[in-house]
């Protein structure tokens, strides 16, 4: 069975572009969240979607936002990036019901 | 708002010598707690769980953790650590749909 799929690995961006990451998660798993891991603020959630619907949301300006898909697959977009959205950008997955989240490799964002 | 606390940031210790790692959760409410592992390079991957019955839960590689409901603890335990254990771990609480983790504790196993 695969794993949570994140692509892309890596990405460099440039201040006040863009960027969309994308998520796909286990086989079966509607429960999609995305969290930011940073050196100096560690994991922090940032979203969550189940059924294409986000039912929470992390501490995060709006610049951040996600959204899932009817195949439970989940994109993430950071608009206007600044120095400090740097980070290892992790997805996981659960089975609807459960809170045991299984997580992918992520996406290493810099940007500069 | 929860929090989750984790006592050491950086635990240096030789091969066969015992690892205990404190987490303590700031949550009232019933909690599904957990402790994740982060290896050089790799994702995260869950060592154990606690959600409810016997607070002493086993997980993978040897790893045991103690839920004590009036500490608010879910201490990590390994009897005999090996040089493959040097990695980072977490400790997190689940709650609405998210995790809270602690900080982490980055843990180095000398030869």
């Known amino acids: 069975k695969a794993g949570v799929t994140q692509t892309p690995r890596y990405l460099i961006k440039t201040r006040g572009q863009q960027v969309t990451l994308s998520c796909s998660p286990i086989s079966g798993h509607r429960s999609v969240s995305w969290y930011q891991q940073t050196p100096g603020q560690g994991l922090q959630f940032l979203f969550e979607?189940?059924?294409?619907?986000?039912?929470n949301k992390g501490n995060f300006p709006g610049r951040f936002s996600g959204r899932q898909f009817s195949n439970s697959r989940s994109e993430m977009n950071v608009s206007t990036l600044e120095l400090g959205d740097s980070a290892l950008y992790l997805c996981?997955?659960?089975?609807?019901?459960?809170?045991?989240?299984?997580f992918g490799q992520g996406t290493r964002l810099t940007v500069v | 708002a929860q929090s989750v606390s984790q006592h050491n940031h950086h635990v240096i210790l030789s091969e066969a010598a015992s690892l205990e790692l404190g987490c303590n959760y700031s949550y009232g409410g019933t909690v599904n707690l957990f402790w994740y592992v982060q290896y050089p390079g790799q994702h995260l991957q869950l060592l154990l769980k606690y959600f409810s019955g016997d607070p002493l839960v086993k997980g993978i590689k040897g790893f045991e953790a103690e839920f004590i409901k009036s500490k608010f603890s879910f201490n990590l335990r390994k009897p005999s650590v090996q040089w493959s254990d040097t990695a980072e771990y977490f400790c997190a609480v689940s709650n609405d749909y998210k995790l809270s983790f602690g900080a982490g504790t980055t843990v180095t196993v000398r030869a």
């Open positions: 979607y189940f059924s294409e619907t986000q039912r």
């Open positions: 996981a997955s659960s089975l609807v019901g459960s809170t045991e989240a299984f």
